[in-house]
């Protein structure tokens, strides 16, 4: 799948699952339960152990049904790495400059982390195709989306930290272009306990969430008419 399409895929579904886990077999088992649960799109983290061959097994078994990101890029030397285990887009918690570009140059999507208003001028200016802003939540969650969106409406954001099933709507209101989302989703106790179903219904609910404010945005507001 080349860059526009994974792009493309990513602004469609609206939320990226950020799959931290202690295991590797643990990773495999969130990744599995958030694409049941509707969410065919996962950022496997670098602090998943073993996190290379999750993203190669992933590459090999499900690359068909599941686009496959790698997190916490923090250097070129994993952005290639992860790229040649199969991951389709890279993700950073902080700019990296020559990670981006390096995704610039192999033509891979990334998401390059970013805070302040100028490093995320500076994440788009050098190539990144969205911006994670992270974290999020410590600085006013959806309401500083929507202060950076105001003079820089045209930088594709993606929040992450702070996004929850009660903020999920009021992010996509301030202009989000997609949703990162980790332990809301990816629960360390469902996991643990060897209950994916909880993380299969919890996706479902980030799913309608964003399917119910596309819909209400997407029609016509309907004059009331007062009698006269």
């Known amino acids: 799948m080349d860059k526009q399409k994974v792009r493309e895929r990513i602004l469609e579904i609206g939320i990226v699952p950020v799959v931290r886990a202690s295991s590797p077999k643990e990773a495999l088992l969130a990744c599995e339960a958030v694409c049941e649960g509707g969410i065919p799109i996962v950022e496997v983290t670098m602090t998943v152990p073993g996190a290379i061959e999750v993203i190669r097994e992933l590459a090999k078994t ?121 332990g809301e989703l990816v629960q360390a106790e469902a996991l643990k306990a060897g209950k994916p179903e909880v993380i299969v219904e919890t996706a479902r609910k980030f799913i309608t969430i964003v399917e119910q404010y596309r819909a209400r945005v997407a029609s016509p507001k309907v004059a009331v008419l007062n009698p006269v």
């Open 62 to 182: 499900n690359a068909s049904k599941i686009l496959i990101g790698a997190g916490t890029v923090l250097d070129v030397e994993t952005a290639k790495r992860c790229q040649d285990a199969g991951a389709q887009f890279l993700v950073s918690p902080g700019l990296n400059l020559p990670t981006v570009e390096f995704a610039v140059k192999e033509k891979m999507l990334i998401m390059a982390g970013a805070l302040t208003p100028t490093e995320v001028i500076t994440a788009w200016k050098a190539g990144a195709d969205f911006v994670k802003v992270f974290p999020c939540g410590q600085l006013g969650g959806a309401k500083y989306i929507k202060a950076l969106k105001g003079p820089l409406p045209q930088i594709a954001m993606v929040p992450t930290g702070g996004v929850n099933l009660n903020t999920a709507a009021e992010f996509l209101e301030a202009g989000a272009a997609a949703l990162g989302v980790g």
